[in-house]
């Protein structure tokens, strides 16, 4: 597109003293900032030193006890990476200024959407997955849709999906299961080779069984590795911050995320389609809901209508602890998925220790606080005019 | 000789229901001179600008750039025929770099692999930087936040940005209103700059002190209707200020006060 813009011949002109040369430029007033000091004002920062943080405090009171074996670390790691799906996804909506509150319905949806069609209606597993990503993603335009149309705050319009959804995924489970909860789906998805190889289990056994061979890895007595594999959840968690990292800090679209986000009018003006990026965002979102709920049902084996309660307060605190504004504009894929390590390791490491495990929310509750108030600092720091 | 004219209204009016916003206003750019539109508050300023980046259509009378009729529907159509507005808000993200705000929306682009399209940052930064400093505005890092910049910084961004993006016409909304002496200065300065590269200006200002240094011909805008259009040879700083509503008003205060006081 650039390369079709007219450009002005604006070196030709003859009637200019000439510029100063390039030498000549450096200004008084430019101070040379220490690596580390641009280093602090990322927004990733806070959550990698919060991240820190908390592997240093659990190296002390927990270091002793498994939390850091591999099997401990699978464990944990695992719950980082639900979380971090959906927080790749609240965090690239939230920069681009806008809020998603039924990513936690989403989940659960998700979950009943696959279900309810293979176990209830003879459908193909493969059909439901497809079926319940379809259900989804739409869902997420209608989200995005009624907020760019309705110029309404998006707290308010997935607050009502984020009701409307948990009831639906409550009616669907007690007409067809007259239960909260669909089981028998596990076994289903096992039998699915195209959804069991995507979302079941664990990968890269082989590599995993060689490593117990060569005794790099811990061996149970009968001479299997202590971990099958890696979890495909934690691939997938990979898989979506690479993408949604890439695209943010190396597209043109993340480019259009920043400006939609740091401020529509000027976007608008700047000829970026805001009401594009805005629905894909919510469309994405809900993507990263349903491939948790799709990821979660396959591996316990059941869809529950109490799924992802709450998640979309997990994704969000995740999102703002890795520096994203709750204003929209600013903030890093890299810190979400920090941020939601942070909640794996502060969830699961607490019962590794002698401590209560009720501390846990509070822990985060402190820590989401102290993440505000910094973020609050950089922007300041960063819209302050000298 | 019209052709002299890059862009030219003629007995333009425009209409708000009953209000009358322009009425019979004529105005008329000459290729690479800077026309400084005066006028108070409320005197269509406002509406004037918005018919020429196509905004607004006229409500009767003509346009015409390069002496041709024009009918544009949306601002982006006045765009593409290099006419250029700078708002009062800058079009630019305070939170985004001065590369990515100057690339907001016309992003450079460059394949990884010959195969995936990504935005070449690099690029970006150095060109914003070079353009920047053409137009003798040395940034500290073209990476910095633009929200660290000051009013005047920024205002030459966004003018920077217009001219880089192949404006013929640049359309200036109150440029140094907000600004402090200095800063004002370096906008004119940047102005001059820009007609020097053969670029025509529209500059809006109800400040005459601002206008008359850097203006080759000044039209005044009152309550909707032109004063008349002056060469800067035809007239002087005084009896522009006094043209300008207010300034009247201004003198009999001064003469007021300097009454009391004697």
């Known amino acids: 597109m650039s390369s079709t813009t007219p450009h002005l011949p604006l070196t030709t002109s003859k009637d200019k003293p000439a510029m100063p040369s390039r030498a000549m430029q450096t200004d008084e007033r430019v101070r040379r900032i220490s690596p580390w000091r641009s280093f602090i004002g990322r927004p990733e920062f806070g959550s990698i030193a919060g991240t820190v943080l908390v592997f240093v405090l659990f190296g002390i009171f927990a270091g002793d006890s498994g939390m850091f074996n591999l099997d401990g670390v699978m464990n944990w790691a695992q719950v980082a990476a639900y979380l971090g799906i959906i927080a790749v996804g609240a965090c690239l909506l939230m920069i681009a200024g806008e809020f998603d509150l039924s990513i936690g319905s989403m989940i659960g949806f998700a979950g009943m959407m696959m279900a309810v069609p293979?176990?209830?209606?003879?459908?193909?597993?493969?059909?439901?997955?497809?079926?319940?990503?379809?259900?989804?993603?739409?869902?997420?335009?209608?989200?995005?849709?009624?907020?760019?149309?309705?110029?309404?705050?998006?707290?308010?319009?997935?607050?009502?999906?984020?009701?409307?959804?948990?009831?639906?995924?409550?009616?669907?489970?007690?007409?067809?299961?007259?239960?909260?909860?669909?089981?028998?789906?596990?076994?289903?998805?096992?039998?699915?080779?195209?959804?069991?190889?995507?979302?079941?289990?664990?990968?890269?056994?082989?590599?995993?069984?060689?490593?117990?061979?060569?005794?790099?890895?811990?061996?149970?007595?009968?001479?299997?590795?202590?971990?099958?594999?890696?979890?495909?959840?934690?691939?997938?968690?990979?898989?979506?911050?690479?993408a949604a990292g890439f695209v943010l800090s190396r597209t043109r679209f993340g480019n259009w995320i920043f400006t939609v986000g740091g401020d529509a009018v000027a976007a608008q003006n700047v000829g970026v389609p805001v009401r594009r990026v805005k629905i894909s965002l919510f469309v994405f979102t809900a993507f990263c809901a349903c491939l948790f709920g799709v990821l979660q049902v396959a591996d316990v084996g059941s869809a529950a209508a109490d799924r992802g309660l709450q998640k979309e307060f997990e994704a969000i605190i995740a999102a703002v602890i890795g520096g994203a504004l709750l204003t929209g504009g600013y903030g890093s894929v890299v810190g979400a998925c920090f941020g939601a390590l942070i909640f794996g390791v502060v969830q699961i490491g607490i019962s590794y220790t002698s401590f209560d495990s009720d501390w846990y929310r509070v822990f985060l509750g402190a820590m989401l606080l102290l993440a505000v108030l910094f973020n609050h600092y950089v922007r300041l720091h960063a819209t302050r005019s000298k | 000789m019209s052709d002299d004219y890059i862009l030219q209204l003629e007995n333009v009016s425009k209409f708000f229901g009953t209000v009358i916003a322009l009425q019979d206003v004529t105005l008329r750019l000459r290729r690479g001179e800077v026309h400084c539109l005066l006028g108070d508050n409320g005197a269509g300023k406002s509406t004037l600008i918005k018919t020429l980046a196509g905004v607004h259509p006229p409500s009767g009378g003509r346009y015409l750039v390069e002496g041709h009729d024009v009918h544009f529907s949306s601002p982006r159509e006045a765009l593409d025929r290099g006419i250029a507005t700078v708002y009062q808000d800058l079009a630019l993200v305070p939170l985004m770099s001065v590369a990515r705000n100057f690339f907001a929306g016309r992003e450079p682009m460059r394949k990884w692999f010959g195969l995936i399209p990504v935005m070449d940052v690099d690029y970006a930064a150095r060109v914003a930087e070079e353009k920047l400093a053409d137009m003798g505005i040395h940034v500290r890092s073209p990476h910095q936040a633009v929200g660290t910049m000051s009013g005047g910084e920024r205002q030459c961004l966004a003018i920077a940005r217009a001219i880089h993006f192949g404006a013929k016409v640049l359309i200036l909304d109150e440029p140094t209103a907000a600004l402090g002496v200095k800063q004002s200065c370096n906008v004119l300065k940047l102005i001059h700059t820009a007609r020097a590269r053969g670029i025509s200006v529209i500059f809006i200002t109800h400040n005459v002190h601002h206008a008359y240094p850097i203006g080759d011909s000044f039209t005044l805008l009152n309550r909707g209707q032109s004063m008349g259009t002056f060469a800067k040879d035809d007239i002087s700083r005084e009896s522009l200020l006094d043209m300008m509503a207010g300034g009247s008003e201004i003198q009999s205060l001064v003469a007021e006060l300097e009454g009391r006081a004697a």
Do not use: E
């Not at chain 1, 459908?123 to 869902?139: D, E, I, K, Y």
């Open chain 1, 118 to 242: 293979s176990m209830f209606m003879g459908w193909p597993m493969w059909a439901s997955v497809l079926f319940a990503f379809a259900g989804c993603m739409g869902l997420g335009w209608l989200n995005g849709y009624l907020v760019v149309r309705t110029r309404l705050p998006s707290f308010i319009v997935t607050l009502a999906f984020m009701f409307i959804l948990r009831g639906l995924t409550l009616v669907l489970s007690t007409y067809f299961s007259n239960s909260t909860i669909v089981s028998g789906v596990g076994d289903k998805v096992g039998s699915d080779p195209l959804v069991s190889t995507l979302f079941q289990g664990s990968a890269l056994h082989g590599l995993f069984a060689w490593l117990a061979q060569a005794s790099i890895i811990a061996k149970l007595p009968n001479g299997n590795p202590i971990v099958a594999g890696i979890p495909k959840v934690l691939l997938w968690w990979l898989l979506m911050a690479a």
